[in-house]
Structures are given as structure tokens and as C-alpha cells.
């Protein structure tokens, strides 16, 4: 196993490499047109398509999860220990915060701000459920079926979910902390952050449990028959 400085190492730079290309987009995308539906489209292809770079070069060092929700729920199926998991997360959020500062920097625009975009709402709130619930089903699920697609199977679901949530899919509560420090397209107020990072925890946690029912391994026959009588079941 890679040592964990190396990894934590690996979450910040992928974390900060993935907002830095959420926010920046935003911007280029929004000083390019003045149709929103084309910024957002602006917006989605650069974040799909730096996922599966980055999941792809960082995977085999970290895992790649760049996202708390994604940790907690590894964390919680005991595949990372608990003292990794929150040295993840703390620098999932150190790394998008940085990302955040990068992209302003990029494009000349003050380093320091606070979101005014508002994000609020049952909507909201449901569609980051759903975002985040099928982020962590497609990862559980293609570890199970094609570990070697990963990348590709994350980076379709977000340019799906972009276009299906209400929310635009943010999905990871580390990138939601790091675009309330942007005033920019892909900005969300601060005093909405704890909607969306609810809604976000809970989603992983449902997909999580669907999961270990869904791909549950069935018992082969051979093993059912291996039983002692008083463990059968009619």
C-alpha cells in the first residue's frame, strides 16, 4: 500500500485540480456566452472529462476519491481506517479550496470571495440526494462489475447528472465548500452549504446500503446444501 502522505497528498492535488477546473470552466464559460444553457455545457464537459484524468493517473495512489462523501462510505465499509479517512477529507477540503483560489488567480479576478448564488430548496436539497446517491452506486457498483472503467463510469455519471439534478450535481461536499468561496457560475452561498452537505452524506449513505444488498454475492448451492439442517430455511 502506498504510504499515507503520498495519498493525502494524491486527494488534495486531485481535489484542487478538479475545482480548479469546475470554477475556472465557469468562468471561461461564462465570459464566452451569455446562454446559460451553452455555460453550462461549458461547464460539464471540462469536469467530466478532467474526472477521468485525474481518477485514471491518481486512482492506483489513493483510490481517488476527492470527495468526503465517497471516503465516508469507504470508511464505513472499513476499506479505509478511520484516521486515513479524516486526513482524506481534511485534505479533499484544504485541496478544493485551493483549487478555488487557482481558478480565480487564472483569470485575474480576486483571489478571496464569498458566493452570492443562491441554492436552496426541497429541489435542491432532493437533487443532491439523488446525485450523490448515484455517484456512490456507480462507484460501488463498477468496482464490483469493471474496476478498469471507473474513470470513464464516474465521468459519464457527472455529465449526466449536470443535466438530470437541479442542482447541477455538486455531489461532493468538499467541492460545495470550495465554490462558496467563488462569487462566479459555479458559486453557492455559504449559508446553503449545510443543505447541500446533508443531503450529499445522505445520499452515500443510502446508495451504500442499497449496494451491499444489490451486489451482495449469492449463495452458491453447493453452500446453502453444506448447511447443518437446523440453519435451513424454507
Known sequence: MVDLS???????LGTALLVATVVGSGIMANRLTHDTALALLGNTIPTSAILVVLITILGPISGAHFNPAVTLV???RREVETNSAGAYVLAQVLGGIAGTFLAHAMFELPV?????????????????VVATFGLVLTILAGLRARPDSIPWLVGLYITAAYWF???????????AIARALSNTFAGIRP????GFIVAELLGAIVAMALAGWLLASPKSATSIMAQPPGLMRD
Open 191 to 194: 449559508a446553503d452549504l449545510p
Open 74 to 76: 469507504f470508511a464505513l
Open 165 to 175: 439534478t437541479a442542482s447541477t450535481s455538486f455531489a461532493n461536499p468538499a467541492v
Open 6 to 12: 503520498r495519498r493525502i497528498a494524491a486527494e488534495a
Open 112 to 128: 478571496l470571495q464569498l458566493s452570492q448564488t443562491v441554492r436552496t430548496g426541497n429541489g435542491q436539497w432532493v437533487a443532491e
